[in-house]
């Protein structure tokens, strides 16, 4: 008998390929962004080109040129660049409706944060994703556009309110994905509507004989530009549900605008050094980050210390902690869960009695006690009594207490 478990084989073939297509979208832009900062003018360069850069790799020299518009003739062989920035979105898409769309009531949906029903909280995720391209995509537009500083302030106030919102809507785990989704989806949204088309724009002109309009290679390198900064942010809050204490806690919203702040610092790093600026004059953006980073790291591990004059709490026995996990855990953390969206115990860990229980100590202390991602969305309605109760049991050692 074949048991196909559809939701991990979509999961996997989607995440690899998502993975895939991103890895080739985020190289290319790097490239392109380093190419563009790294051009070189001298008085030899053709008409109409506006540098050259000479690249050695894989034991072959390239020389490669940046006409400041177009060519005087559209060659006839001519690579575009998009194709990996839509798979990766539409994979990315796929994923997101695989894990959070089909398992919208354990992963998506939250009941301690707010009430949905599974179809209003797909429909509100799906709605915001085309509201966040609408708004940044009108900033672009407005008079912010032609202030560099201002319309970046303006997107990271975008980013930073949607954070906040997003975790009033969905549990923190699907806030935070959110987030570097709806980001994802501006960055693919700028290849789609404005990079592509104005490059076709351009070669429409070269076919008809007619002189192109430079404004549009100026609107898509200014958009490409922002990609360039978004991406190392993204990379990080996408792959965010494996460490539940960036996005289980009560502001994690500002740590959105921390990990805003460490990617463009070092993107902006490497996009200055592309620029031959020598690496004495980049002094700032390192220790930026590195600051920022302490800052975030101490910010999400402290713990407020406890009250001298509260009174002990006794330990709780090996089967009062095993009541706790049979009534909140072990309907997913079975040999056969009972719960309809869990196929297998999530990571194969079961937690059926004391011996995997203590077994498995490290990973409750983690998800359940020290951060709230487990139960998934608190869908069994786990108390902070009843967490603070395993805690202590652990950090006590696990005592047996009583017969087990």
């Given at each position: 008998?074949?048991?196909?478990?559809?939701?991990?084989?979509?999961?996997?073939?989607?995440?690899?390929?998502?993975?895939?297509?991103?890895?080739?979208?985020?190289?290319?832009?790097?490239?392109?962004?380093?190419?563009?900062?790294?051009?070189?003018?001298h008085a030899n360069l053709p008409e109409g080109v506006?540098?050259?850069?000479?690249?050695?790799?894989?034991?072959?020299?390239?020389?490669?040129?940046?006409?400041?518009?177009?060519?005087?003739?559209?060659?006839?062989?001519?690579?575009?660049?998009?194709?990996?920035?839509?798979?990766?979105?539409?994979?990315?898409?796929?994923?997101?409706?695989?894990?959070?769309?089909?398992?919208?009531?354990?992963?998506?949906?939250?009941?301690?944060?707010?009430?949905?029903?599974?179809?209003?909280?797909?429909?509100?995720?799906?709605?915001?994703?085309?509201?966040?391209?609408?708004?940044?995509?009108?900033?672009?537009?407005?008079?912010?556009?032609?202030?560099?500083?201002?319309?970046?302030?303006?997107?990271?106030?975008?980013?930073?309110?949607?954070?906040?919102?997003?975790?009033?809507?969905?549990?923190?785990?699907?806030?935070?994905?959110?987030?570097?989704?709806?980001?994802?989806?501006?960055?693919?949204?700028?290849?789609?509507?404005?990079?592509?088309?104005?490059?076709?724009?351009?070669?429409?002109?070269?076919?008809?004989?007619?002189?192109?309009?430079?404004?549009?290679?100026?609107?898509?390198?200014?958009?490409?530009?922002?990609?360039?900064?978004?991406?190392?942010?993204?990379?990080?809050?996408?792959?965010?549900?494996?460490?539940?204490?960036?996005?289980?806690?009560?502001?994690?919203?500002?740590?959105?605008?921390?990990?805003?702040?460490?990617?463009?610092?070092?993107?902006?790093?490497?996009?200055?050094?592309?620029?031959?600026?020598?690496?004495?004059?980049?002094?700032?953006?390192?220790?930026?980050?590195?600051?920022?980073?302490?800052?975030?790291?101490?910010?999400?591990?402290?713990?407020?210390?406890?009250?001298?004059?509260?009174?002990?709490?006794?330990?709780?026995?090996?089967?009062?902690?095993?009541?706790?996990?049979?009534?909140?855990?072990?309907?997913?953390?079975?040999?056969?869960?009972?719960?309809?969206?869990?196929?297998?115990?999530?990571?194969?860990?079961?937690?059926?009695?004391?011996?995997?229980?203590?077994?498995?100590?490290?990973?409750?202390?983690?998800?359940?006690?020290?951060?709230?991602?487990?139960?998934?969305?608190?869908?069994?309605?786990?108390?902070?009594?009843?967490?603070?109760?395993?805690?202590?049991?652990?950090?006590?050692?696990?005592?047996?207490?009583?017969?087990?």
């Open positions: 008998m074949v048991e196909i478990a559809y939701a991990d084989w979509l999961n996997l073939g989607f995440r690899w390929l998502h993975v895939i297509a991103g890895i080739s979208w985020i190289g290319t832009s790097f490239y392109f962004i380093f190419l563009d900062l790294s051009l070189r003018k506006g540098g050259e850069a000479w690249n050695v790799h894989g034991g072959g020299f390239y020389l490669m040129r940046k006409y400041v518009v177009a060519p005087a003739e559209l060659p006839k062989e001519l690579h575009w660049f998009k194709y990996e920035a839509y798979v990766t979105w539409l994979s990315g898409f796929a994923l997101l409706a695989v894990i959070y769309y089909w398992g919208a009531e354990s992963y998506l949906i939250d009941k301690d944060v707010l009430d949905l029903q599974s179809w209003e909280a797909i429909l509100i995720s799906m709605g915001f994703f085309a509201a966040g391209w609408i708004i940044y995509d009108l900033l672009c537009r407005s008079p912010f556009s032609s202030h560099s500083l201002l319309l970046s302030a303006a997107v990271f106030v975008l980013i930073a309110f949607s954070a906040y919102f997003l975790t009033h809507l969905f549990s923190g785990r699907a806030a935070f994905v959110h987030v570097g989704a709806m980001v994802g989806s501006i960055m693919v949204g700028n290849v789609f509507f404005i990079i592509i088309p104005n490059q076709k724009k351009v070669v429409k002109s070269l076919l008809a004989g007619e002189e192109p309009d430079p404004r549009l290679g100026k609107i898509g390198k200014h958009r490409s530009t922002h990609n360039n900064y978004l991406t190392l942010p993204v990379i990080l809050m996408m792959i965010s549900q494996h460490y539940p204490m960036l996005y289980d806690n009560e502001y994690s919203w500002l740590v959105v605008t921390l990990i805003l702040l460490i990617g463009a610092s070092i993107r902006h790093f490497f996009n200055m050094m592309h620029t031959g600026k020598p690496i004495l004059e980049l002094r700032w953006q390192w220790p930026t980050a590195a600051v920022l980073m302490a800052v975030l790291i101490i910010f999400l591990s402290w713990q407020p210390e406890p009250d001298p004059n509260a009174e002990m709490v006794e330990v709780p026995s090996a089967l009062d902690a095993l009541a706790i996990v049979q009534s909140h855990c072990a309907s997913c953390h079975a040999v056969k869960p009972a719960d309809p969206d869990i196929d297998k115990a999530p990571g194969g860990v079961v937690l059926e009695n004391i011996a995997d229980m203590r077994k498995h100590s490290s990973r409750i202390l983690k998800h359940s006690v020290l951060s709230k991602a487990m139960p998934l969305g608190n869908k069994t309605k786990m108390t902070e009594a009843e967490r603070k109760a395993l805690g202590l049991w652990i950090r006590a050692g696990m005592p047996e207490g009583d017969k087990e």
